[in-house]
């Protein structure tokens, strides 16, 4: 595709541009933001890959799933500010759930450990934690706050934080693991998934196309599994102390 | 007071603040084993924080809290709950039957409670048989406040704290608790340490009562001490709640 024909595309922007100002949504500047960061962090990141992947060298591969890593950890973070030491926790699950899945992948020679796969591949896992992160911790901190008095009704019947804590936490594991399950159960009848997709744009034959979008479900499925009961059980503890208190802002 | 009691708790200059916001300053006192000592006071005293800090659900910044003439600290918490039972107001329940919340306690050791056992609770806390498959979304007030009170009896509490469970019970549920809580007492001898804003009720149930005041204790004594307070903030509070 030439940058001609990518600027005539344009139109689908101008599009949703008229619609906001026509019945003043006033999502203009949001929509043209959103349009210049993606083309510039996409252009971006385009020209470090073709770097990256030309330099075939494992130190680059590494400072790229770093920064993923790093990136994806400052987001997660915020929505889990009221856990004591969130970001350390989100980045040792998202770092367990790189190397695990890699460690598969590249393991069994799934596939080759070269920038071209290990890249893209860390991306999508990486995202999906990240993502995961967020619904968990969204839901964890409020299924928290909405049942502090079932979490200390076990704490004053004699449980343990395990055990005052242990529905909340199910609960949002199972929450934020049901939409990766979700849209796996309609895949390919609802939409054709973007990765598939593209590769079938660029020329693939489907049916390989159709085993990697395959790889890539399972694998995210074992992100999502992976990614919410390891930051589940990491961020439990601290929300009681030494000596079995629930750690709350409002005790009178 | 406790000269002539055992303390089942004792607290000495005891003190404890939320954030920089004091919640209780110099709490020195204890309450008599197998005696009903009830805590009144206007809201925000520092009662509940009080009754937290005997089973240990929060713990003090300064001072010592004795169960048992053992300091607080020496118990294991778990050990420390269960020798030490707590009621709330609200009567939280798990999700499920009358049943599911009366094996509660003994699930999280691990153990199971028998039908038998369920029921025999249910007849100790004057509540049907017939209640125990019922879904306690279900429950009315009393019935819920009765079930919670089972349900904490279930560790067989050698001291028992009850945070307001009456305040919002109808006049017969309100009397059913208080003859209930009475008969506890009695058969067990366990220790109760009842917060109550109906002064009436202390006055009849307790036979002690600490009165309390922007966490402070003003004011201990026999329960008749109500009837003729010596402290004047004590009296200007009872003939506010008698108006």
């Known amino acids: 595709m030439s940058y001609l024909t990518l600027s005539i595309t344009l139109i689908f922007v101008v599009i949703p541009l008229l619609l906001s100002k026509t019945l003043n949504l006033g999502l203009e500047r949001d929509t043209i933001v959103a349009t210049l960061r993606s083309i510039v962090q996409l252009l971006a990141v385009g020209y470090v890959l073709k770097f990256v992947f030309d330099s075939e060298s494992l130190v680059y591969i590494f400072l790229m799933v770093a920064l993923m890593i790093v990136a994806a950890t400052h987001n997660a973070q915020k929505k889990g500010a009221a856990i004591q030491g969130i970001t350390s926790k989100v980045a040792v699950t998202l ?14 020679n799934i596939t080759p450990a070269t920038a071209q796969y290990i890249i893209p591949i860390s991306g999508m896992v990486i995202g999906n934690s990240m993502v995961l992160s967020i619904l968990f911790l969204n839901r964890f901190t409020s299924e928290i706050e909405s049942h502090q008095d079932e979490t200390e009704l076990i704490l004053s019947l004699g449980g343990t934080p395990k055990q005052a804590i242990h529905t909340q936490l199910i609960n949002s594991i199972k929450a934020s693991m049901i939409p990766t399950i979700e849209s796996q159960k309609t895949v390919g009848l609802v939409q054709l998934p973007g990765m598939m997709s593209g590769q079938i744009i660029a020329g693939a034959d489907p049916i390989q196309a159709v085993q990697f979008q395959l790889l890539i479900m399972f694998l995210l499925l074992t992100t999502a599994a992976v990614t919410s009961v390891m930051l589940g059980f990491l961020s439990y503890p601290t929300l009681f102390n030494r000596r079995m208190q629930l750690m709350k802002k409002d005790l009178i | 007071m406790s000269i002539n009691y055992r303390p089942a708790v004792h607290f000495n200059h005891v ?6 916001t004091p919640i209780l300053t110099g709490i020195t006192g204890s309450f008599p084993e197998g005696k009903i000592t009830t805590l009144v006071g206007p809201s925000g ?6 009754l937290k ?43 499920g039957t009358v049943y599911k919340n009366l094996s509660l306690p003994l699930e999280l050791q691990g153990k199971s409670l028998s039908e038998a056992q369920a029921k025999e609770l249910l007849h ?10 019922r879904k306690v979304k279900d429950l009315s007030g009393g019935q819920r406040q009765k079930v919670s009170i089972a349900r904490t009896l279930v560790n067989k509490p050698a001291v028992l704290l009850l945070d307001e469970i009456t305040s919002s019970l109808d006049r017969t549920s309100l009397k059913e608790i208080e003859e209930l809580i009475v008969k506890i007492n009695k058969k067990y001898g366990t220790t109760i340490i009842w917060i109550t804003h109906n002064l009436q009720q202390a006055r009849e149930i307790g036979d002690f009562t600490w009165v309390m005041m922007n966490g402070e204790v003003v004011e201990t004594g026999e329960s008749s001490l109500l009837n003729d307070p010596a402290n004047d903030k004590v009296r200007q509070f009872v003939m506010g709640e008698a108006q």
Not at chain 2, 125 to 133: A, H, K
Request: with cysteine; proline share 5%; charged share 25%.
């Open chain 2, 15 to 20: 003190a404890f603040s939320f954030g920089k």
């Open chain 2, 124 to 133: 100790d806390v004057g509540l049907e048989e017939e209640l125990l498959d």
């Open chain 2, 53 to 95: 800090l005997c089973n240990g659900l929060l713990s003090p910044q300064s001072g010592e809290v004795y169960i048992k003439d053992k300091p607080i600290e020496d118990y294991e918490p778990v050990d420390l709950r269960r020798l030490v039972g707590i009621a709330l107001q609200s009567a939280p329940m798990v999700g």
């Open chain 1, 95 to 108: 770092i367990s759930v790189e190397v695990l899945t890699q460690g598969i992948l590249l393991g069994f």
């Open chain 2, 45 to 50: 005293a520092g009662k509940t924080t009080l």
